[in-house]
């Protein structure tokens, strides 16, 4: 396990807005993680940040961003414009591109929520150019035009109690064609707020990165 850095605050230039960020680059770090946070939510969010950590000791760099802006993010139907945040972390994922330590490491999504959603479209957008997909209780259903055009090998990890979302990661998984896995965390919740589960989230989404980030 790798020592913990403190990540950096970034400022994002994208057209027609200006996002907020935290990124951390372990030493020789052997890919990259943007995360897409569901409606809400943002770079702050604890349990994303808790999933990042665990990412950053396993030698993964990661970048959190709040992909509204302050304003944005006031306006209710905003939040779940999917087409809007699917064109932020498009944006973002063009900004890592562009940073020379970041350029040349693999690139994979972590979405939670809604925000999988949008990391699923982006992967399509992208192709080959993105190595990974993770979904946290994620509502794939929201992106489901896209999910054939997916190549990114992509785990779904919904909670076992989470009884609407589990049917609707089934459905998306048949919809999948390229690598592709579900992972039931049993006695989970939508929130995996029960002790232990977000420590198998994170695990899990450890597991995928070493499988398809080094």
Same mark, same amino acid.
């Given at each position: 396990?790798?020592?913990?850095?403190?990540?950096?605050?970034?400022?994002?230039?994208?057209p027609h807005a200006t996002l907020c960020g935290d990124?951390?680059?372990?030493?020789?770090?052997?890919?990259v993680v943007i995360f897409s946070h569901g409606s809400?939510?943002?770079?702050?969010?604890?349990?994303?940040?808790?999933?990042?950590?665990?990412?950053?000791?396993?030698?993964?760099?990661?970048?959190?961003?709040?992909?509204?802006?302050?304003?944005?993010?006031?306006?209710?139907?905003?939040?779940?414009?999917?087409?809007?945040?699917?064109?932020?972390?498009?944006?973002?994922?063009?900004?890592?591109?562009?940073?020379?330590?970041?350029?040349?490491?693999?690139?994979?999504?972590?979405?939670?929520?809604?925000?999988a959603a949008s990391a699923l479209n982006a992967a399509?957008?992208?192709?080959?150019?993105?190595? &990974?997909?993770?979904?946290? %209780?994620?509502?794939?259903?929201? /992106?489901?035009? $896209?999910?054939?055009?997916? *190549?990114?090998?992509? =785990?779904?990890?919904?909670?076992?109690?989470?009884?609407?979302?589990?049917?609707?990661?089934?459905?998306?998984?048949?919809?999948?064609?390229?690598?592709?896995?579900?992972?039931?965390?049993?006695?989970?919740?939508? &929130?995996?707020?029960?002790? %232990?589960?977000?420590?198998?989230? /994170?695990?899990? $989404?450890?597991?995928?990165? *070493?499988?398809?980030? =080094?």
């Amino acid at each position: 396990m790798l020592a913990l850095l403190a990540p950096k605050p970034v400022r994002l230039e994208l057209p027609h807005a200006t996002l907020c960020g935290d990124l951390c680059i372990p030493h020789a770090a052997s890919g990259v993680v943007i995360f897409s946070h569901g409606s809400g939510s943002s770079r702050l969010s604890p349990r994303n940040q808790y999933v990042a950590r665990s990412l950053q000791q396993a030698g993964f760099a990661t970048l959190l961003l709040d992909l509204l802006t302050p304003e944005e993010d006031r306006a209710f139907e905003a939040r779940f414009d999917i087409n809007l945040l699917t064109r932020r972390l498009l944006g973002a994922a063009s900004w890592l591109r562009r940073e020379q330590r970041l350029h040349d490491l693999r690139l994979g999504f972590f979405g939670a929520s809604t925000g999988a959603a949008s990391a699923l479209n982006a992967a399509a957008e992208l192709g080959s150019r993105v190595s &990974l997909v993770i979904s946290r %209780g994620g509502r794939p259903d929201l /992106a489901q035009p $896209a999910l054939a055009r997916v *190549q990114a090998p992509t =785990r779904l990890i919904v909670g076992g109690q989470d009884w609407p979302i589990l049917g609707a990661n089934e459905q998306a998984l048949a919809a999948l064609t390229g690598p592709k896995d579900l992972c039931v965390v049993p006695g989970a919740g939508h &929130l995996f707020e029960e002790p %232990g589960t977000l420590d198998e989230v /994170a695990d899990l $989404a450890v597991d995928w990165c *070493q499988q398809y980030l =080094r």
